[in-house]
């Protein structure tokens, strides 16, 4: 929750020429229709108890005061629900006054929302209550919904009527588009799996920008846009939506220019007030790996000199090789706090340097790719310094020798070969009492055992972390994943979980570009 600020009377810097630019690039949203597969009873409102119904009765069932129905539409889907409804009995001579809570999973589903109490709002809890005055009559929402159930609750009615649902559907919507991706034969049939749900995943946060989450937060954050484009590569190659992104986190900077950790786009583009240091250093990467795909000129000469301005920010916070305070506090690397980032916040200086001095190059500017490349040089030697204990053969940070921190030093190149792949075999059992809850660091873990030469690991690493949520009946790859605890959430309650985000989607760019031949 430290990592969230509020600063009072936040005006970012807005460059109009980049904002038109991203506006410009607007993508054109696809749209299909769906309909439930199944659906059922919870015998309480708020149980994990059912009873099926046949879908080809749902004409016939009626739902008086306190029941419920819920429509199960058989895979996670994004979009706008529409409801026929009809009656039994009398002529409906008072309102309908009906819930609507729409869930990702089904465990979503029989929670109860006032028992939430975690410090982000409960509004973002998939939830309507309607009243229906006229009947029959279609009852349209306006809000879009991410979820793959719907429960509807009669709340009240008179009783000379009673609510039948003749029909239900909903209008998905994504920028994504299925034509362009071609799929890999994958023998290993979880790793197939993990490819297709990994793209579903991403597909479905595809919206007008790279979402978080299409739950929650529904807009653009560095570090997830950063994984999504990788992913976006190898698959719907929606490379507009991807500038479109760089676009907005240039075109609304914190007044001193450092790229915020997030952006809104409605009504307006406008960068939020939350800073997060190694975010805003994946900017830098996810410019470069841009240009890395595209070759796009424009988009090296308009932003690039926002990247170095990350850099430099970055730089001028560290000093004789230790990051400041200031720095290692906005440093994210996890949901998990409990431990000392200042080993994390240098690894990622040194990470982030290596596309500085790539997008120098690009630019023409050699003087900057030498400076950058001493720079490293000399933030490499002194992370061994500071942080690596000879003894343990780990690295210290803090008095913390965390998964985390080894991750980071390895995916920085301040231990490599033989000696990172030992590193990386011992992660799995180190610092357990800090653990990776989310899996946005198991994928930089999976990248450093790559990095470290261990793919056979890497490979069976994601069939356990990824497959695992499979097994507990992921259509999309959720926000975070504890197979030894569904309540793990960041939030103070996993109401306010999301089950498809975009930090989530990047085994199938993992699996593509390093675990398979193609
Ligand atoms: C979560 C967002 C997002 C992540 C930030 C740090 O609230 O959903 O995925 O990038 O936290």
Not at 390 to 410: E, L, P, R
Request: charged content about 25%.
């Amino acid at each position: 929750m430290a990592l969230i600020s509020i600063i009072k009377d936040f005006r970012p810097k807005i460059d109009y020429y980049l904002i038109s630019k991203a506006n410009e690039l607007t993508p054109t949203l696809k749209h299909k229709i769906k309909e439930p597969v199944g659906g059922f009873k919870l015998k309480e409102r708020y149980s994990q108890e059912k009873n099926d119904i046949e879908l080809e009765s749902l004409s016939k069932l009626s739902i008086g005061k306190g029941e419920n129905l819920c429509l199960d539409f058989g895979e996670h889907l994004v979009g706008y629900p529409t409801f026929e409804l009809s009656f039994s009995g009398s002529h409906p001579d008072a309102p309908a006054y009906i819930k609507l809570k729409f869930a990702e999973n089904f465990k979503e589903l029989s929670e109860n929302s006032s028992e939430y109490n975690g410090w982000l709002s409960s509004s973002w809890i998939q939830e309507e209550y309607v009243h229906v005055d006229i009947i029959p009559s279609r009852l349209v929402l306006h809000r879009r919904f991410a979820f793959r159930y719907v429960k509807i609750t009669m709340l009240d009615t008179s009783p000379k009527y009673k609510l039948i649902i003749n029909h239900a559907e909903c209008r998905t919507e994504s920028s994504a588009d299925w034509h362009r991706v071609k799929m890999p034969e994958i023998e290993d049939k979880m790793l197939s799996d993990i490819y297709n749900v990994s793209l579903k995943t991403l597909a479905n946060c595809m919206q007008e920008v790279m979402e978080d989450g299409p739950k929650r937060d529904r807009r653009l954050w560095v570090g997830d846009m950063r994984l999504q484009a990788l992913t976006n590569y190898i698959s719907f190659r929606n490379n507009n939506l991807v500038k479109r992104c760089l676009y907005i986190f240039g075109g609304s900077r914190f007044p001193d220019g450092r790229v915020s950790a997030n952006a809104f786009v409605k009504p307006n583009i406008e960068a939020d007030d939350t800073y997060l240091f190694d975010y805003a250093q994946m900017y830098v990467a996810c410019l470069e790996e841009y240009l890395e795909e595209t070759g796009d000129d424009e988009a090296l000469k308009d932003l690039s000199p926002i990247a170095f301005e990350q850099i430099e920010y970055g730089l001028s916070h560290i000093s004789n090789g230790l990051p400041d305070d200031e720095i290692v506090k906005a440093t994210f690397i996890d949901w998990n706090e409990k431990f000392d980032k200042s080993a994390c916040a240098l690894a990622v200086m040194i990470y982030s340097l290596d596309y500085g001095i790539s997008l120098a190059h690009r630019a023409g500017d050699e003087k900057r790719a030498e400076k950058y490349t001493e720079v490293q040089k000399h933030l490499r030697a002194k992370a061994r310094e500071l942080f690596w204990d000879n003894d343990k053969k780990v690295f210290v940070s803090g008095g913390q020798a965390v998964q985390a921190t080894q991750i980071w030093m390895v995916l920085a190149e301040v231990i490599t070969g033989k000696e990172a792949a030992e590193l990386m075999r011992k992660v799995p059992e180190l610092g357990k009492e800090v653990s990776m809850d989310t899996p946005y660091i198991h994928h930089y873990c999976v990248m450093a055992m790559i990095k470290a030469g261990l793919k056979d690991e890497a490979t069976e690493y994601i069939k356990w972390f990824w497959g695992g949520m499979i097994k507990a009946g992921a259509d999309t790859f959720w926000e975070c994943w504890d197979g030894k605890n569904e309540d793990v959430s960041p939030y103070g309650g996993s109401m306010l979980n999301s089950y498809c985000h975009a930090w989530s989607c990047t085994p199938a760019y993992i699996i593509k570009k390093y675990l398979i031949q193609n």
